[in-house]
């Protein structure tokens, strides 16, 4: 072989070397550079994922933001994945180098510079995703609340959405077809939440006399209900949209017998048991579930997930050293769970703007009262993201348990999936029940007294 055609032989089987073994990944880096500006967030702020996986993992990223409230991180996907921060939803795929301002207030006002910004762009003017998100939560059907009104404002509202899609040329092809998925089920979901806007829309004199114009047009709306859902399709890979999650669920109280993939299938299941694990806690009859769950589950893909999910768990469970949390009072003086070691600990965790943390608010002062000596103590800690919205909360409503506010991510051992939360530790700040009843409920006096 002659020293040209030996040089072209090794030429050649380089690039052959290449193509295998960098052409069988889309994606040449798994990095995504990320920074910017957050304002009016929390110091410590969550990314979260909304990958399937991530989703019942409960899994995200957490930006740890300077005085300036400027950050900068680095993570590895292998594949485009949408995360939301605040009231953003925010797409990021392998090699992207994004830098963002974003506002908490103020989301449609978010800005973006780099490489990544097309998509991003285009999800800040998107509704947030919520029911009946085109239908502005009811206001639109104060204008005109007639079926066919509503009808054509959500696909005017639809149809813009599909619109500005082509305002950027050079958005990667599955995100489009991703926010098409999106806007057909935003469509679906703000005709299902017609019905309930009718009822409050302030044009009838009773709830019977909305309700009777809303089942009037029940055929209808459930006919163009399912055009919507199914231009929308049932593909496992849309379940990283959360108007998916939510229609899916929605739909399947409705119609037992969907027909679904296996992956979906195995997702509802695992999210079905998460969830009452996010709230429960691993109580046996929680883990007696969870047995049966894992019995029917096809991929082991989600098999895994719900060992992890339980997993997570283990360290809260009763007589587990408890995480220790930092407090800060209404003097601002800092405080931590360690400082009240010695008595039984009964902690309230609650936000001005939670109603059922209202709700629940004077049983549990009520409770304070009762137990008030040398051998309970009763904290409520607010979570608010503003110091002085709590401060002006309490100057009005008098509380005879100790006051303070903390930062959310001081509890993130705690898994805290929603609130109230409610908890007790023992004298020796170990956890007695990480997931206490509310206080609502004679359970939770009588496991007080138990534990004296």
């Not at 669920?249 to 997702?267: A, P, Q, S």
């Not at 009452?276 to 049966?292: A, F, I, Y």
Request: glycine share 4%; net charge neutral; hydrophobic share 35%.
């Amino acid at each position: 072989m002659s020293i040209q055609n030996l040089n072209k032989y090794i030429y050649g089987v380089v690039i052959l070397f290449c193509l295998v073994f960098t052409g069988c990944s889309q994606y040449q880096s798994k990095s995504v550079k990320f920074k910017g500006r957050l304002v009016n967030f929390d110091k410590i702020v969550t990314l979260v994922n909304q990958s399937p996986e991530a989703i019942l993992l409960k899994e995200g990223v957490e930006i740890q933001t300077d005085d300036s409230c400027c950050f900068e991180i680095e993570l590895n996907l292998t594949q485009p994945t949408y995360f939301k921060l605040g009231r953003n939803t925010l797409y990021l795929q392998p090699g992207y180098n994004l830098e963002v301002y974003i506002d908490k207030d103020s989301p449609t006002n978010a800005k973006f510079k780099g490489i990544g910004v097309e998509p991003n762009r285009y999800l800040k003017d998107k509704p947030f995703p919520k029911a009946g998100s085109f239908l502005q939560a009811g206001q639109m059907l104060k204008e005109n609340h007639s079926y066919e009104f509503v009808k054509e404002e959500i696909e005017k509202k639809m149809s813009g959405l599909m619109d500005s899609l082509k305002l950027y040329p050079n958005l990667p092809p599955n995100f489009v077809e991703l926010e098409k998925t999106r806007n057909y089920l935003n469509a679906a979901i703000s005709l299902k939440s017609y019905p309930t806007y009718l009822t409050f829309s302030g044009k009838f004199k009773s709830y019977e006399e909305a309700k009777a114009v809303s089942d009037s047009v029940k055929p209808i709306l459930n006919d163009d209900f399912k055009r919507y859902v199914n231009l929308a399709g049932f593909r496992s890979e849309f379940l990283q949209l959360e108007e998916f999650r939510y229609m899916l669920f929605k739909r399947l109280r409705e119609e037992k017998d969907m027909e679904l993939t296996v992956e979906t299938d195995d997702f509802i299941k695992v999210y079905s048991i998460t969830q009452k694990l996010g709230h429960q806690g691993p109580v046996q009859q929680v883990l007696n579930e969870k047995v049966k769950v894992a019995e029917g589950l096809k991929t082991d893909a989600y098999k895994s997930v719900l060992n992890k999910a339980f997993e997570k768990y283990n360290s809260l469970l009763p007589g587990q050293n408890a995480p220790d949390f930092q407090l800060t009072d209404l003097t601002g003086k800092s405080v931590s769970k360690k400082d009240f070691e010695g008595k039984i600990l009964v902690v309230d965790l609650w936000a001005t703007w939670c109603g059922p943390c209202k709700a629940e608010s004077p049983y549990f002062e009520a409770l304070a009262k009762e137990f008030a000596n040398d051998k309970v103590a009763f904290i409520s800690v607010c979570i608010d993201s503003k110091e002085s919205i709590w401060r002006k909360y309490l100057e009005k409503h008098e509380k005879t348990s100790l006051q303070y506010m903390a930062d959310r991510s001081e509890f993130q051992n705690y898994l805290i999936n929603g609130i109230p939360r409610f908890m007790v530790f023992d004298k020796d700040g170990k956890i007695i029940d990480a997931f206490a009843p509310r206080p609502s409920d004679e359970k939770l006096k009588q496991l007080i007294q138990k534990s004296l």
